[in-house]
């Protein structure tokens, strides 16, 4: 790989010795001397400063996901750990801190030092709903983070268990309203929160949220037929609908998922104006120096680049994709008040 260099322009020639002029005072002496040992000081520190970019990274790095193993993020997060390994000679670690609505690790990277060793691939869960969900968020989505890069989609399915007599969303929806606060959704995810509510609010059923810690738990439920459905990213939940262990009704957009193009849209299924996402992208502590931003950002596009990574991305149902740290900081601010908007057009309250 290309590394950044460093020229040391403030030593390029030699520092001539500093000479008293005849009649000089000793207090002034004394003056260059000081200044002349601070020079040599801050010299030393820029030196220090890109000799560690240059050498990024020297140690393992640790790209903290914010759910549970087996869930979607921790799947993708964990090829893009492996690949990120490979492109910088180094070594990639992931760390799982889930619950909270993934707060708890992104107040975690939020507090750690923002020298490229703590990573963080998240989604809309901990930075675009949150803080509408949560009455005492700690941490601010935008100002507590240096964007890297967006990773791509995840798309979400609505799935239900099979033994529920429905095929479709229509009939669904019909059965929903036959049998008032008798039907349950799970949830993992604030995307699951939010879709779920919004189904309700748009086809004015009465459903009931069981939220969990993580979609791992919720999808052993839906299976096991304790929970009736839930929304669920595809990583997560094509394997069981694959089996036949749960049924898929629709995808939580408002055109069909080329991941998945034989689930219908729910525009396709008869609910107007749903359009629900899950993005997927990196960041670090705010403050991160620019040349690692810039070297974990080449990377990152690298790997959405790569045929063999993409094959392997796209078999968990992610749409991957990339762009600059730049673009990546205005996707997630202008998501910040998209899920804002759904989140009070759902009549979701904060908790």
């Given at each position: 790989m290309t590394r950044p260099t460093f020229i040391p322009t403030h030593n390029a020639s030699p520092i001539p010795p500093l000479k008293r002029p005849a009649g000089a005072p000793r207090a002034a002496r004394r003056g260059l001397a000081t200044a002349a040992a601070a020079l040599?000081?801050?010299?030393?520190?820029?030196?220090?400063?890109?000799?560690?970019?240059?050498?990024?990274?020297?140690?393992?790095?640790?790209?903290?996901?914010?759910?549970?193993a087996g869930s979607g993020t921790d799947a993708v997060g964990r090829i893009f750990a492996m690949e990120?390994?490979?492109?910088l000679n180094g070594q990639v670690v992931v760390e799982?801190?889930?619950?909270?609505?993934?707060?708890?690790?992104?107040?975690?990277?939020?507090?750690?030092?923002?020298?490229?060793?703590?990573?963080?691939?998240?989604?809309n869960t901990s930075h675009s709903a949150a803080p509408y969900l949560m009455k005492n968020v700690p941490y601010d989505p935008v100002k507590d983070f240096t964007p890297i890069a967006r990773g791509g989609?995840?798309?979400?399915?609505?799935?239900?268990?099979?033994?529920l007599p429905v095929k479709s969303v229509r009939e669904l929806v019909?059965?929903?309203?036959?049998?008032?606060?008798?039907?349950?959704?799970?949830?993992?995810?604030?995307?699951?929160?939010?879709?779920?509510?919004?189904?309700?609010?748009?086809a004015g059923i009465d459903i009931v949220h069981i939220p969990y810690k993580g979609t791992p738990q919720a999808i052993t439920d839906v299976v096991g037929g304790q929970v009736d459905m839930m929304f669920t990213d595809v990583a997560s939940g094509l394997p069981f609908v694959q089996s036949g262990k749960m049924r898929a009704l629709a995808v939580s957009t408002a055109v069909r998922s080329s991941v998945v193009p034989d689930i219908p849209s729910m525009e396709d299924s008869g609910v107007p104006d749903f359009d629900i996402n899950s993005w997927?992208?990196?960041f670090g502590p705010a403050g991160m120096p620019p040349d690692v931003v810039h070297t974990l950002n080449a990377a990152i596009n690298k790997i959405v680049a790569d045929p063999q990574a993409r094959k392997q991305l796209a078999g968990l149902g992610f749409d991957a994709f990339s762009g600059t740290p730049e673009d990546f900081a205005a996707f997630v601010a202008q998501q910040l008040q998209l899920w804002g908007k759904l989140i009070k057009d759902a009549g979701i309250q904060q908790e």
């Open positions: 040599c000081l801050a010299g030393a520190s820029l030196l220090a400063q890109g000799q560690a970019a240059a050498a990024y990274p020297d140690r393992p790095i640790t790209l903290v996901v914010p759910f549970p990120l390994g490979r492109i799982n801190k889930p619950g909270g609505n993934a707060t708890i690790a992104a107040s975690y990277v939020a507090r750690a030092k923002p020298d490229g060793y703590t990573l963080f691939v998240t989604t989609n995840l798309p979400f399915i609505l799935v239900v268990n099979p033994k019909t059965y929903a309203k036959a049998h008032p606060g008798k039907l349950t959704y799970a949830s993992g995810n604030s995307t699951g929160i939010v879709a779920g509510a919004t189904l309700a609010s748009r997927n992208g990196y």
